[in-house]
């Protein structure tokens, strides 16, 4: 079975895309040839890779899209159907950590701005996805990043552990209303990218992941090459699921040497 797609003709939409795992999976996306929308909030940064992507003979579109606003997300798909007339491949990437701090210390304003982004950015990216995927042939995956931080208690990320628990369930959840609809839902649990989130987390000081030297952290682009392994149906098994590169199975998946 094949774990490297050809996705011409697909159109994909990543959230978060302006840099790191969202960035990587769109220019991996694009090179396997897929239309890629890129989405976040830095506009110019999205343009950039956006060009980028064309400029190498990819198909690209940036639009600049606040998560955390469901018109926004509306639009967003809305973009997809007015450019290529289907959506194919969404991909839940956009996510915030910081500020980190332990609860006690928290910000309830920046507390809640990490749920709008982590858990409604997610529930709008299936609110606005699944029924187009439902009604168009040949259905659609939509790929929700989570984290080892769903299933762990670390100290300064309640924030965070909260939410990606949260995003787990809306998978498992989505999965179970859309799968007799042909809409393939998935998690992604990346264990550690080296990121610009991993700077802000090692800057933080706090808890044990801040002391995770730099080189154990894997590079965004074997993120980027499960995102491609979830869409096909080699990762059927992991449906409603978390799939996770932290564990064996999943490294032997995509092709990356084991822990
Ligand atoms: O993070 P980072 P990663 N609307 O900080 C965007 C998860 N993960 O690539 O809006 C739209 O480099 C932001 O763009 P901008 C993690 O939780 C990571 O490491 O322009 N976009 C940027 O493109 C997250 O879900 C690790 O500021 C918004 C992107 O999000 C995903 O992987 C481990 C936005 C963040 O880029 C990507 O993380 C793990 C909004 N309101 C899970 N707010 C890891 N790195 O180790 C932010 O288990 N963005």
Redesign the pocket.
Known sequence: MTTTPDLHGKTAIV?????????AAARHLAALGAHVIL????KD??EAISNDICDAGGQSTALA????ESEAVAALVQTAIDQTGRLDLFVN?????DPIARIMDTDPDAWGQVM???IK?VYHGLRHAMPIMAAQSGGGTIIN?????ANSFLEGWSH?CAS?AAVVRLTGVAHKEAHDKGVRVVGL??????????E??RASGINPVSQIPWER?IT?DW?AKAIAFLTTPAADQWLGTDFSLKVDEGRKAVGMPLE
């Open positions: 959230t978060g895309a302006s840099r790191g795992i969202g960035e989405a976040a909030r830095s940064r999205i899209t606040d998560v955390a990437n956009a996510g915030l950590i709008d982004v982590n950015g990043i989570s984290s080892g931080a965070y990606k649990s990346p264990g550690t990218v080296a990121t610009e989130m991993q802000q987390i952290h965004p993120v």
